[in-house]
C-alpha cells in the first residue's frame, strides 16, 4: 500500500514553434484521491489547468509547474520551460513527433586573430534538445548551449566544428563549419558580387484611424540617396495603402532575380503577433488585424523565391505585442538558403522612437544606419555598428534595443561590385521595366498667344512625389507682372502636412536652383500610384498689358502622362513600351536643352508662393519620441488573409 504522496513522473521542458499545440504531463502516486493544479512562472493559477496532462498552444515563451495535493499535503513538480522559437525558412516534418528537428545550421567564421567567433545551432524538440559542441571529432567540454561562443581567436581556434543535438527521442547533427584566421593581405576564397541591386523604401506618415508620424519622410529620403550611392536601383514611396503595399511590393520582387542583392525598408506603425511582424497601412482600421497590415515574413518570402543572392530587412517600426490570441500567418517555408538578415530597429514587445531636433525629425535607428551603410563591411557587422551607436545614444537608454537576425553565410556587403555576365537577358528584362517606372515627363517651353514663354521642368522627391517648377523665360512687347499658378487634373494631394515645415524640403536639392534662378512657381502632386489616368497640369498666366492697361490672364493644357509609379499599374507598363518610340519622335512642345537636368542627385527645392505646397518640420528639440499610437489594446483577430496570390500575380516577367 502507497502510505505517501510521491511524483513519479516530472513534466519535461519543450521547445516548438509559435503556435505549436503540446501536452504537459506529471504522475503521481498517493494515498486518497489526488487534485492537480498548474502554475505559470508568475506563480499564478492556469484557468482550467487540473488535471495531470495540461495542453498548451504555444504563444509565448513561459514556465509551468504542477502541484499536486490529497488533502493531506501536496507536493510541487519540477519547473519547466515552453520554449518558443521561430522556425525560420525551415518547418517542421510531417508527422513530428517530438524528435530533434534543427532550424539554424550554424554558418562558416573568417576572422582575424583577437576577433570573436559566434557559432549558432537552434532546434525543436519534445523533450527540449540538449547541444554539444565539437571541434575536428573532439568533444569541447562545457559547450553545451546552442551558441558556442569563442573569444580572442587564435590560430588554436581554427578547425572544424559542428553541433550535437539530441533528447530521448533521438539524434541530429549540423553540418560541419570552418572557423578559420584571416591573414592580412591574404585573398578571399572567392570575389563576391551581385547581378543586380534592388531596394523598396516605404514610409508611412499619413494615417487614417491613428497619430500621424514625423520621421519617414526625411529618413526614406536620405537612405535612398546613399542606397543610390552604393548602386541600388530604389524605389521610395509614401503614404501607401494596403493594397498600395502590395502592389510595390510585387513589383519589388519582379525586379529581382537570381544574384540580385534586395533590400526592404518600412518605417512606419507595426507591431509583432505569434513572432510575426505586421506593417500598418495607412488605411488599416482599428483595432489591427494581421488581414489589414503586410506580414514582413510574406515579404522576405517572396524575396526568397527569386534566388536572390542577399535578402535585407530593415524595420523602422514599434514590435509591440499586440493581440497574442490572434492565429499567425502561415507560409510556405524554403529550404535554408544563408542569405538573410533582419535589422529591427528595436527589440521584441518594446517601441522604436523618432528624435525632434529643431526643425528635423528623424528616428534613432535610421540615424545610426545612414552613419554607417556606405562602410565597405559586411552587412551584419554595419549593422553592430549601429546597434552599438544606438546603444549609446542617451535619448533612447534603457527603452530602444537593436535587433539583429540572419542566417548569411558568405561575408556579403552592399559595397560589393554588380557584375551581370551570364544574366543579360534577365538584366535587359529589368532594365526595360525600371525605364519605363521611372520616366519623368520632359523640360517643356509653353508659349502663350500673349507672347510669353514658361518653362516647366520636373524632378522626384520620391518614386511616387514629383514637383513640377514653372518659370517665365521670355515675355512678349508690353507684358509686364507675369505671375503663374498651376493645377492639376485629377486634382493629386499634398500627403506633407502643413505642420512639415518649408525649410526641410527646401534643404532636399536647394542648390540646384541659383538664386537668380529661382522658378516662379511650383507644384507638388503626390500619390502617383493612385493615378488612373494621364495626369494634366493646366498653367494659368496672369499679367498686366502696359499697352492696354489691362490685367489679363490666359491658360495652357500640357497631358505628362503617367510618370514614375503611375506606370506601375495593370497594363500601363505594355502600353508605355508601344508608345515610346511614337512619343520621343512627335513630342508636342519644344524641348529646352539648357534646363536642369530631370532626375538630378539632390531634386530642386518645393518653392512657390501658394500655401499649399509649403511644407514645415518644426518640432522640440533633442526630445525623444516614439511613434504615437503604440499598440496597448488587446483584441481578438481573425486569421490573415493569404496575400500569396496577390503577390505572386505581380511577380511574373515584365515582358508579360
Known sequence: ?????????????????????????????????????????????VPGATSADFVVQARGSQQYACRVNNQQKCVFSRWVKVKVMESGTLSLPGGWSGEPHITENPNPQRLSVGGTARL????????APCYQWYRNGNVLQGKTRG?????????????????AVSNALGEQWTEPVDVCIALPGKPTAKTLSATDKVALLIGNLNYSHVSPLLAPMLDVYELYSLLQQLGFRVVSLLDLSKAEMLAAIGRFLQLLSRGAYALFYYAGHGYECSGRNYLVPTDAPRPYRPEDCVSVQRVMHGMQERHTALNVVLLDTCRKWYNLHCVASLIRSLAPLGNTVYGYATCEDAEAFE??????????????????????????????????????????AGKQVMEIRHTLKDPRALTDPIRTS?????????????????????????????????????????????????????????????????????????????????????????????????????????????????????????????????????????????PLVALWGQGHLKKKAEGTSRRQDTPRHHVDHDAPPRQPSNPPAVHCDHPSTQVSLKTCKGVARHHPGHLMDKHNEPEEVDENDFLEHFGKKCAS
Open 1 to 45: 500500500m502507497i502510505s505517501e504522496l510521491l511524483i513519479v513522473e516530472h513534466p519535461v521542458s519543450v521547445c516548438v514553434p509559435p503556435q505549436y499545440t503540446t501536452t504537459l504531463s506529471v504522475r503521481a502516486v498517493g494515498p486518497g484521491t489526488l487534485q492537480y493544479q498548474w502554475f505559470q512562472s508568475n506563480q499564478s493559477e
Open 120 to 127: 549558432c545551432c537552434r532546434a525543436f524538440g519534445i523533450p
Open 147 to 163: 551558441i558556442l561562443k569563442i573569444e580572442d581567436v587564435n590560430r588554436g581556434s581554427e578547425g572544424s566544428y559542428l553541433c
Open 422 to 562: 551570364g544574366h543579360t537577358q534577365e538584366l535587359q528584362i529589368r532594365d526595360l521595366c525600371w525605364i519605363l517606372a521611372n520616366e519623368l515627363p520632359r523640360c517643356q517651353l509653353l508659349t502663350f498667344a500673349c507672347g510669353v514663354t514658361v518653362q516647366l521642368s520636373f524632378s522626384a522627391l520620391f518614386s511616387n512625389v514629383v514637383v513640377v517648377f514653372a518659370k517665365v523665360k521670355a515675355v512678349g512687347p508690353g507684358i509686364v507682372d507675369c505671375t503663374i499658378r498651376l493645377k492639376t487634373s485629377p486634382v493629386m494631394g499634398d500627403i506633407f502636412p502643413s505642420r512639415h515645415g518649408s525649410d526641410s524640403l527646401d534643404r532636399m536639392g536647394s542648390l540646384w536652383f541659383g538664386s537668380n534662378d529661382r522658378p516662379a512657381c511650383s507644384l507638388r502632386f503626390c500619390g502617383l500610384q493612385k493615378l488612373q489616368e494621364p495626369l494634366v497640369i493646366t498653367v494659368d498666366l496672369h499679367y498686366t498689358d502696359s499697352q492696354q492697361r489691362l490685367r489679363l490672364s490666359e491658360s495652357l493644357k500640357l497631358d505628362v502622362g503617367l
Open 355 to 396: 528624435v525632434q531636433d529643431g526643425e528635423r525629425s528623424s528616428s534613432i535607428f535610421t540615424k545610426y544606419l545612414n552613419r554607417h551603410i556606405l562602410r565597405a563591411e559586411k552587412v551584419t557587422r554595419v549593422l553592430e555598428l549601429v546597434s552599438e551607436d544606438l546603444g549609446r545614444d542617451p535619448l533612447v
